[in-house]
């Protein structure tokens, strides 16, 4: 928590570098097929700052944000209703969300009984019928992201990028905090067990994502506005094929809360 509360800059995150916009215009355009209808309730667990609230507002939903950093509730109190709080113990009452997002919570939660906790709370909030939608990330986006560093091949991070992809885990003691990579099996897994149905899991930016970030990264104009277009034309084209999810950073899975809806 200390990483997002002191160090990092996450509202930042998604709206300065162009993999973080193609991670957000794709968030969008998947989020924006599952969605109900406006008007509707969505709650946004592990929200932060309120970048995903701030256009669902705008298309219209009611979006209450929840968020363990005290920091990020404060600025997306400027978006929408915000509180802090755990995403494995809501506040929130049982059946009052049309839709529940967690983009964010399963990646930060490496016990597997923590992360089934946060599901079953998104569950518990959301009406019968209601959409859950999960991010998480990919497991081995860190192989591909440390590529376009042009530093995989140095001894320090060829053995932390190699714990990642034998553990799932970065233990966050340098860069980014304590974390967990999924593999989509496992997260589609993850939201079954919890009771969620037609479970469905999608590559965020798709397989090119790591050609993008490695123009921004290398020495030159950095990425053209083509090269972006083509990479997220990608990421659409390849929804299709499961065996292109491993080359993906996100993976965002979407499930309908079971039961009737009789409201
Ligand atoms: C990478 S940010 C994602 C923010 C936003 N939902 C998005 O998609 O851009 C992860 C968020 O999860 C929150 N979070 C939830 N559970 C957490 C936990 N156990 N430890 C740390 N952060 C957690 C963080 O505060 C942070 O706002």
């Excluded at 570098?17 to 599952?34: I, K, W």
């Excluded at 899991?201 to 277009?229: H, M, N, R, Y």
């Amino acid at each position: 928590m200390k990483f997002y509360g002191e160090a990092f800059d996450e509202d930042a995150r998604l709206r300065t570098s162009a993999d973080g916009r193609m991670e957000l215009v794709r968030t969008q355009e998947l989020l924006r097929r599952f969605l109900p209808p406006v008007p509707a309730r969505v709650l946004d667990v592990g929200g932060g700052t309120g970048i995903h609230a701030e256009w669902l507002t705008r298309d219209g939903y009611d979006v209450t944000l929840v968020d363990p950093v005290p920091r990020h509730v404060e600025a997306a109190a400027a978006v929408c209703s915000a509180t802090v709080g755990d995403p494995r113990a809501l506040a929130e009452p049982d059946v009052s969300f049309d839709a529940v997002l967690l983009l964010g919570p399963l990646y930060h939660l490496p016990d597997p009984r923590d992360r089934q906790r946060a599901l079953l709370e998104a569950c518990r909030v959301a009406r019968p019928g209601g959409l859950v939608a999960a991010a998480a990330n990919n497991r081995y986006a860190s192989l591909f992201e440390h590529v376009t560093y042009a530093h995989l091949h140095t001894d320090r991070i060829c053995a932390s990028v190699s714990k990642i992809l034998e553990s799932a885990i970065y233990d966050g003691i340098r860069g980014f905090t304590l974390s967990y990579f999924h593999r989509a099996e496992e997260l589609v897994a993850e939201l079954t067990d919890s009771g969620l149905e037609d479970v469905q899991v999608f590559g965020i930016e798709g397989p090119a994502w790591s050609l993008v970030k490695a123009a921004e990264q290398q020495p030159g104009e950095g990425p053209t506005d083509d090269l972006i277009a083509s990479a997220m034309e990608a990421a659409r084209m390849a929804e299709p094929y499961p065996e292109l999810l491993a080359a993906n950073s996100h993976l965002l899975a979407v499930g309908s809360v079971s039961g009737i809806d009789d409201a």
